[in-house]
């Protein structure tokens, strides 16, 4: 996933508060920031990474409001000068301003998603509305957008390159689409409404943090974990030692199904745990999160209507790939057939298992991937667990993950250990082109906290732009459960797929080769995002990679043969129930963002339940992998209405890894070739053009189908 804090690189599109640009006298003294602060000028490090050892919690208020300040100067110099617009004068003007906000926002970001306290949430809360405020005041101020309506009107005469053109596209859409032509009145209107929507997303984000620690599952009694392992107890012990607490502690993970219910015997536990995933922020308490998403979702509706468009989902996906709301859901219909058939006959073989067993009871979603397993194990004699064995972490990174993007892309990387970090147990890499120049710099933050916002996510330090000067300095951050003291980092293959994933954004971003930072790396639209990294979780299994990584801890003999030939033959196993969970999540966000604006306040429980049930997925058997509750991505990280993006861009990375097979495979000349017609290219181009220019071809949903084993599901729009 792509966690960011704005749509573009540049801080134009966090930036200042309504009390800045209120009044002109005011920001002047504002934007002046101690010379002391580590914010105050830019970076001595390597790669002008963020030196996080100097920095204090307390340094990111006062960085953020002058950084605020500063760039509501500079945005005001822009709208107010009395020169003719010119690209240069304006819009370059534009992409190099706010570069003290931009530097505090994007060091404050990283460490409050991964490493955050009340003092960092308490900044949160005060500058969320503020952003949003000052987004407002610059996309919403009259000159400026004169200046960019013009230049755009007179595109054709102003011989711009490509880029350029694109960029003042862009910039012009921006306006547009955050209000800059509706009357005066609707836009002090969208002002109020786009502050209040701030604050509640940022209070969701808050409360589902504080909901999955307090959610957690404490068992005193160690016969309750039958069936973990002695690592999985040992790091249960741990957490519970952490909160000061006897037994155990089992952790939530941010998606509906938890990895130990897998594992665990005891049918109560895995109920007991599979009811605190699903139930952990509806609880009526402090962290209960559904007012805020029955009004997050209300004011989108009206906030669309706004614009003139019937849904929310019908006026954020103008700009994607999929253009409409129409082309989303249909995708998902067309998938919902065969992958509802696949869901019935999985769900009949757990049962028939249950039964066998003289279990005496239904199987749920609590049982599911309990007896799953079982099933894998007798049919294809898979043991995940033992499959574990052959994944150390360490392993998989350097001769796993680093080894694929050499063999692709000729990459190679440096350990770092003289570059701060956020928290001791992280890695930093730099990273060197083929030749030995030194380009860029990665982080890795491996490790489950409880102060840790779930899931896994890329992002950057720094934006690569050759108008700056800068090159990108990029993290990638997972969730994986820490092992006790003296035990291995082994890992599960989905963990392995996680890590190949954000490292295929990672890619995206450590290639950025754009002027600009607005059209740089990874700002791209939702529905193509995920499609570098959905592409690159191909390698893990790809023989010559997984021949070099997957290595048994113990013995240091590599994975057998006939081990991976199970591993493919059960790679369509159960996956009417993986693919199918993230599908129907899809399918609810689209729902929820299909509101009109008359809609009342929705009673959230009735609601999902409705529209899990016209769905067209056996949503009895699977539910989907977020409930509405704790459903981050869409309620407070950007994903709303592109939550389908995931299965969508999935479709473009099979397509585009079958092409890769039809034309050799690991190679450097393919690595280039992708790496030059859609890694380098952020967002200069239409993105099915630059799909159908590398591909030949428009993309195509067979890929996909064939991948999961789903049968056949009809094309279409």
């Known amino acids: 996933m792509i966690r960011s804090i704005f749509l573009a690189s540049t801080a134009l599109s966090i930036a200042s508060s309504p009390a800045l640009a209120a009044s002109p006298a005011k920001p002047a003294a504002a934007a002046v920031l101690s010379a002391a602060s580590p914010f105050a000028k830019v970076s001595a490090l390597p790669y002008q990474a963020p030196d996080f050892s100097a920095i204090k919690d307390s340094d990111y ?34 992409e190099k301003s706010g570069l003290l906000l931009e530097r505090t926002a994007l060091a404050f970001s990283a460490v409050n998603g991964a490493n955050t306290n009340d003092a960092l949430q308490a900044v949160d809360t005060k500058t969320s509305p503020l952003f949003a405020a000052h987004s407002d005041s610059i996309y919403l101020n009259p000159r400026l957008f004169a200046r960019v309506k013009a230049l755009h009107d007179q595109q054709a005469a102003l011989k711009v390159s490509g ?23 609707t836009q002090t209107e969208l002002k109020a409404m786009n502050k209040r929507l701030s604050t509640l997303t940022t209070a969701f ?8 620690n307090a959610g957690a599952l404490h068992v005193t009694d160690k016969a309750a ?36 219910l897998e594992s665990l015997n005891d049918r109560a536990t895995r109920q007991a745990l599979y009811n605190a995933s699903i139930g952990r922020a509806e609880k009526g308490d402090s962290n209960d999160t559904r007012p805020l998403i029955a009004e997050i979702a209300q004011l989108r509706a009206k906030k669309a209507a ?26 998902l219909n067309r998938l919902a057939p065969p992958v509802s058939a696949k869901q019935h006959g999985e769900a009949a073989d757990i049962q028939k298992l249950v039964d066998a067993q003289g279990g005496g009871f239904t199987a749920g979603p609590a049982d599911w991937n309990h007896y799953a397993e079982q099933i894998r194990k007798e049919r294809y004699a898979l043991d995940n667990d033992g499959v574990r064995q052959y994944f150390e972490l360490h392993k998989v990174l350097t001769d796993g993950v680093f080894y694929a993007a050499n063999q692709l892309y000729g990459l190679s990387f440096k350990e770092r250990k ?23 710099l990665m982080y890795f933050d491996f490790w489950k906290r409880d102060n840790k916002n779930g899931g896994a996510w890329m992002s950057n330090l720094v934006n690569q732009s050759t108008l700056r000067g800068t090159h990108p300095v990029i993290y990638n951050i997972e969730n994986f459960t820490k092992p006790a003291a003296g035990q291995p980092a082994l890992i599960s293959f989905d963990d392995v797929g996680t890590m190949f994933h954000e490292f295929g954004h990672a890619l995206h971003g450590l290639f950025a080769a754009q002027e600009y930072p607005t059209l740089s790396g990874t700002n791209v639209a939702r529905d193509f995002v995920e499609f570098p990294s959905q592409f690159n979780e191909n390698w893990a299994l790809y023989p010559k990679v997984l021949s070099n990584y997957a290595v048994n801890y113990k013995t240091k003999a590599p994975i057998p043969q006939e081990l991976v ?31 009109k604006a008359d809609a009342p306040l929705q009673d959230v429980d009735k609601f999902e339940t409705d529209a899990l049930a016209a769905s067209g997925f056996d949503t009895g058997d699977v539910p989907p992998r977020y409930r509405t509750n704790y459903f981050l991505h869409i309620w407070a990280n950007g994903y709303a209405a592109g939550y389908y993006a995931y299965p969508w861009t999935r479709m473009l990375g099979q397509d ?9 495979g690991l190679t450097r000349a393919n690595g280039q070739r992708f790496r030059d017609m859609i890694l380098s290219r952020g967002n200069t181009l239409d993105y099915a053009e630059m799909f159908r220019a590398f591909a030949g071809r428009d993309p195509s949903i067979n890929a996909y189908v064939d991948y999961y084993g789903l049968g056949t599901a009809p094309e279409g729009k």
């Open 656 to 664: 585009a890894f079958a092409w890769f097979e039809e034309h050799g």
């Open 418 to 440: 003289d570059i701060p970090t956020w928290d001791p147990d992280m890695l930093v890499y730099e990273v060197f082109e083929e030749d030995g120049k030194p380009f860029a």
């Open 163 to 185: 880029e350029q053109a694109k960029l003042l596209d862009v910039y012009y859409k921006q306006f547009v689409h955050a209000g800059a032509e509706l009357p005066q009145a």
């Open 61 to 94: 208020l006062p960085a953020l409001v002058a950084g605020m300040a500063q760039q509501t100067i500079e945005i005001a110099a822009i709208a107010n000068q009395k020169a003719k617009p010119t690209f240069d004068n304006t819009i370059v003007a534009l």
């Open 225 to 260: 974990l039958a069936g973990l392992s002695d690592e999985q107890i040992a790091a249960a012990a741990q957490a519970a030692k952490d909160r000061e607490l006897d037994g155990y502690v089992l952790k939530l993970q941010n998606t509906t199904q938890q990895p130990l």
């Open 306 to 331: 706004m614009f003139g468009f019937p849904t929310f989902a019908d006026y954020t996906l103008q700009d994607q790939m999929a253009k409409d709301r129409e082309t989303a859901i249909g995708f």
């Open 565 to 595: 030939a199970k591993m493919l033959k059960a790679r369509t196993f159960n996956q009417g129930y993986e693919v199918g969970e993230v599908l129907e999540a899809a399918r609810l966000d689209l729902d929820w963002h299909s509101l």
């Open 205 to 212: 984000s808050q409360k589902l943090l504080a909901a999955a």
